[in-house]
């Protein structure tokens, strides 16, 4: 009879900010992805399983950084940028 919903707007909110989050993980998951790829086929038997694991913990900058410099990086350079001993 009455639609009443007094969480409609916080809910609403709430599945707006969720889209939200969710594009942004989507989009640096593809980019981990990219440069992953990338480190692949510049530095082939030299990029290990290690430095694979910490592309997947990098942050988006960092990332941005590897792909933006690829064809000039280094792969000590990649190595400091992402922390691996």
């Known amino acids: ?6 969480f409609k707007e916080e809910r ?3 599945l707006e900010e969720g889209m939200v989050k969710g594009k942004i993980e989507g989009k640096l998951e593809a980019l981990r992805e ?3 790829k990338l480190l692949l086929i510049k530095f082939k038997d030299s ?11 990098a942050d988006k ?3 941005e950084y590897i792909r ?5 990086i ?3 350079e990649v190595k400091k940028l992402l922390f691996v001993s």
Do not use: G, N, P
């Open 1 to 6: 009879m009455y639609d009443v919903d007094i």
């Open 34 to 36: 990219d440069v992953s």
């Open 74 to 76: 280094s792969l000590d």
């Open 12 to 14: 609403k909110a709430a």
């Open 47 to 57: 990029y290990t399983l290690q430095i694979r694991e910490y592309v997947k913990k």
């Open 61 to 63: 900058d960092t990332l």
């Open 68 to 72: 933006d410099h690829i064809f000039d």
